[in-house]
């Protein structure tokens, strides 16, 4: 139950285009579902976050979408580019509980130019 | 504002040896975290504090694992003796508060082992 399941593993998307990232849980108690993005050598970092109230978050060229019933959450890349190369991990975490994150097990993503 | 610092960057070392890790996390953060994240997989939780406090080390091997955090500030973790499945980067992380108040998780850049 307190799984955070991700696909694909890797994909390679040419600049410009839309790059999709899909995960899915298990506990109905995660209440919090952040998406971090790890570049090689350093530490995840956050990159949007959405909580279950709302269907859809959008930050810029970054957008989540979150389908409760389906206990399914996306991340969304809008034109991508080059520099957005990198691994990807969805997480959720119980905000009622300790808060801790639990990591999906990553999507490496490359841009051809 | 400085970020997470940890060292070392990198530790190679003969399996049955032993290693530890320093972290110190971002200041006024109360909550820390060491993460373990093997080659092509997510971070997985090893061990939470909440101050100086353990909050969560369900999935911390405490056989061969430990960590403190003495007054609540930086945090040492240490293997001994390590396994060859010990090889990963071990992620040091802190935010401001825990549960409702987490926010967001600042990571380091990790600490990279080797086991031989």
């Known amino acids: ?113 | 504002e400085a970020g997470v610092a940890q060292s070392p960057r990198y530790k190679i070392i003969e399996k049955r040896q032993s290693v530890a890790f320093w972290c110190n996390p971002i200041s006024g953060h109360a909550t820390l975290y060491w993460y373990q994240q093997i080659l092509g997989q997510g971070p997985k939780l090893l061990i939470q504090f909440q101050n100086n406090g353990v909050v969560d080390d369900s999935q911390l091997p405490k056989d061969r694992f430990s960590a403190e955090r003495l007054k609540g500030v930086d945090s040492t973790l240490k293997i001994q003796p390590a396994k060859l499945e010990d090889s990963a980067v071990y992620l040091c992380a802190s935010s401001f508060g825990m549960g409702l108040a987490t926010g967001e998780l600042f990571f380091g850049e990790g600490s990279r082992l080797t086991v031989l």
């Open chain 1, 1 to 113: 139950q307190q799984q955070v399941k991700q696909s694909p593993q890797s994909l390679i998307v040419q600049k410009g285009g839309i790059s999709i990232i899909n995960c899915a849980y298990e506990n109905t108690a995660f209440d919090y579902f952040p998406w971090y993005q790890q570049f090689p050598g350093k530490g995840p970092a956050l990159l949007i976050a959405i909580r279950p109230d709302v269907s859809e978050k959008k930050e810029g060229r970054f957008t989540i979408s979150f389908n409760k019933s389906a206990k399914q959450f996306s991340l969304h890349i809008m034109d991508s580019q080059p520099g957005d190369s990198a691994t990807y991990f969805c997480a959720a975490s119980e905000t009622s509980n300790t808060g801790k994150l639990i990591f999906g097990q990553g999507t490496t993503l490359q841009v051809k130019p």
